[in-house]
């Protein structure tokens, strides 16, 4: 078969909904999208590590700090499942991580807004967890064995972390004056970025298209952003609180909500690297790095040292 036809059956194979597994014929072009897509995806969890673990250490009481630092556990685990899942399309996991960290490689835009005060903790829970759950349930049907495996677990998390950051917001917006005003200015700051989170329209996405023939994606960005329009519209209501949003209106004609424009401006300049946290993200990963060399050093000397012993001795 010449490559026209591998493709052709390639297709084939992806239409009759039989995933694609690391050691199975794939087009140069399939392998390289999810690459991109899952390191991308994995940066994006270990970078999401740093806005939230800022609050550990300052945590309003004991339980909601363990709830804390399980999460950003959570989302270091996820980083890792999904630096496995990409090294099986034949990267090396230190190849991905110098590209995080020379700006070559993306990470979620999210990721690069501050953490101002305590309520964004449940913002971050409820908004931005909520954003990628709805993304990353698509993604357990994803076309790419290793990928939609690793979804299912990290779903299965996910939906603790935003059930945790709504239950955190609806104790603060029941509290006093003040506690509201803290809900409501960390739901303002946080709905817009967290729209942005599902990539640019479609009609701007570069790969869309593709992605979908392919079903590494099962909906597009407009169709994903519009799905969590219309359920955080509703889940709002519950936290007597409101969206930044004068656009907002239920649309009956169409069964969902209509909304504003998101700042496609301010989007790209994120994903640019010229976000409000940007440099500050960028450094934490690098020094984190450069402190924890010695222990990869040390891993590294051990196992020589283990494989040395297990030597048969030359009699
Ligand atoms: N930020 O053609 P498209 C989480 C880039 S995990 C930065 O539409 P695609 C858990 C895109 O890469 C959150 N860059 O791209 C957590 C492309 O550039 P490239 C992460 C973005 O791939 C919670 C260009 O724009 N989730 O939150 C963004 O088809 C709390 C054109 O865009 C995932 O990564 C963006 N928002 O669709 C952790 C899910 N959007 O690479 C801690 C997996 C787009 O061609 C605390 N990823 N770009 O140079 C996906 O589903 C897709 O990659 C999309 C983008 C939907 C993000």
Same mark, same amino acid.
């Given at each position: 078969m010449d490559a026209p036809d591998f493709e052709k059956k390639f297709q084939e194979i992806i239409d009759r909904e039989i995933k694609i597994e690391p050691k199975d014929w794939m087009p140069e072009a399939y392998r390289k999208t999810n690459l991109r897509q899952i390191s991308q995806h994995a940066h994006s969890e270990i970078v999401g590590m740093l806005p939230e673990g800022n609050w550990i250490s300052r945590a309003p009481s004991l339980k909601r700090k363990a709830i804390l630092i399980a999460k950003v556990q959570d989302e270091a685990g996820h980083g890792l499942y999904l630096y496995c899942a990409a090294e !099986?399309?034949?990267?090396d996991r230190a190849q991905m991580i110098d590209d995080l960290h020379s700006g070559k490689a993306k990470y979620s /835009? =999210?990721?690069?807004?501050? !953490?101002? !005060?305590?309520a964004d903790m449940g913002a971050i829970g409820w908004l931005v967890d909520g954003a990628a759950i709805l993304n990353q349930v698509m993604l357990?049907?994803? /076309?790419?064995g290793p990928y939609a495996r690793a979804m299912v677990r990290i779903c299965k998390e996910e939906s603790f972390h935003q059930r945790q950051g709504f239950e955190s917001l609806l104790v603060l917006s029941k509290g006093t004056a003040e506690q509201k005003a803290m809900c409501q200015d960390a739901i303002n700051r946080w709905w817009w970025p967290s729209l942005m989170?599902?990539?640019?329209k479609d009609s701007e996405s570069t790969n869309s298209d593709q992605s979908i023939k392919w079903k =590494?994606?099962?909906? !597009?960005n407009d169709e994903l952003r519009q799905q969590f329009v219309n359920m955080i519209a509703e889940q709002v209501k519950l936290l007597g609180m409101t969206l930044? +949003?004068? +656009?907002?209106?239920?649309?009956e004609e169409k069964k969902q909500y209509n909304f504003g424009e998101i700042n496609w401006e301010e989007f790209w300049n994120v994903v640019k690297?010229?976000?409000?946290?940007n440099k500050q993200r960028l450094d934490a990963r690098r020094k984190a790095h450069e402190n924890g060399a010695w222990v990869r050093e040390a891993a590294m000397a051990y196992a020589k040292k283990a494989a040395a012993k297990k030597k048969p001795v030359a009699a």
């Open positions: !099986t399309l034949g990267f /835009s =999210i990721f690069n807004y501050p !953490t101002l !005060t305590w357990c049907r994803t /076309s790419y989170m599902f990539g640019p =590494i994606k099962r909906k !597009t930044p +949003d004068p +656009d907002l209106k239920w649309n690297g010229n976000g409000p946290c």
